[in-house]
């Protein structure tokens, strides 16, 4: 009973090395497998391609650099067409003022 007991404890702990074993060939042979995808997906894109994409990521670069610019410059002209109006109210405010029918020469006859 306890020789045939004892051999059953050998018997498993070799088959748990021997599963053990077979789990690490199996890790190596999936992480060589995985080795080998990444290698090969680095591969995917041609020289080629990626020059070109190199090229059109430059030109939308500057694509970009430019849009900014206008938009800077579209601000800027609503600034100042906001000022022009502001500036037109007062200009019309100063020449229908009363003031200006007491004058000799009023500014709405010089303009």
């Known amino acids: 009973g306890a020789l045939l007991a004892g051999t059953n404890r ?36 041609s020289d080629k391609v990626m020059r070109a994409w190199g090229r059109l990521e430059q030109q939308l670069e500057k ?11 579209l601000e800027a002209i609503d600034s100042l067409q906001q000022q022009n109006d502001e500036l037109r109210v007062l200009l019309n405010q100063y020449l229908s003022s009363k003031i200006n029918s007491e004058l000799k020469v009023p500014p709405t006859a010089v303009l």
């Open 63 to 73: 694509y970009h650099e430019l849009l900014v610019k206008r938009s800077e410059g």
């Open 10 to 45: 050998n018997l498993a702990s070799a088959g748990a090395l021997a599963a053990g074993f077979k789990g690490q060939v199996v890790s190596r042979r999936a992480a060589e497998r995985e080795r080998e995808y990444w290698e090969r997906l680095t591969h995917a894109v």
